[in-house]
């Protein structure tokens, strides 16, 4: 019997979301350049490949999230892309009503700022994630080669959906853009876009299941004859 390829893309779809908890397993490496490898099939602009991977794992995953935490909580913010966040109508609706859901999964009140401050800061130590990938552009590069690199991210996160892995894409992850150059002993040249958690879902944690909905088609998709 052939396989409905058309099924097993939309099941691979319907288990790709953000997860916020993780158990402490870790992808073995063969799994992971696999999964890497799998990524790199991503399309870009002329086949450039613009993008720089740095890819961090077990102590050393729990040794960065210290440091993130470290300079964030002394207000240590770089960021090499701007971050405005201010959205308007719609755009505003869908991100209030994202963070309701997940916060009313966690049990955190809206008026409860020390514990959605707490939430927040977990951001920077992966969720306990056990890998994270950072993901860089070089420095020559603009609003081009980022679309690249956001349809590099979405391959990356589907082929980890497809091994059984979660992921969460994180802009928060490029909040603190010297520190992790310097610990990931990356070059000043690689400009940080945002990172991913990622690793096995922790399907007992109260975050992972908030389900966040999607528009309906015809608020975002124009079909002309």
Known sequence: ??????????????????????????????????????????????????????????????????????ALNQGLYQMDFPYLGSYEGIYKERQYGAASDLYSAMGIAR???????????????????????????????GIREAADLGMYAQTLMLSLSAHGLASCPQTALSFACDTVREELDVEAGMKLMFGISFGYEDKEHPANSCRVGRAELDQNVQFID
């Open 111 to 141: 008026e409860d700022k020390a514990a959605r401050h707490e939430a927040f800061m977990r951001n920077f130590d992966f969720f306990g994630a056990p890998h994270a990938a950072f993901l860089f552009l070089p420095e020559q590069f």
């Open 1 to 70: 019997m052939s396989t409905d390829h058309s099924t097993v893309f939309q099941q691979i779809l319907d288990n790709r979301r953000s997860v916020r908890a993780f158990t402490e397993q870790r992808a073995e490496s063969e799994l992971l350049q696999q999964i890497f490898s799998e990524a790199a099939r991503a399309p870009s602009n002329c086949n450039t490949q613009p993008w720089h991977i740095a890819v961090v794992s077990g102590d050393s995953c729990r040794a960065l999230g210290k440091k993130l935490q470290d």
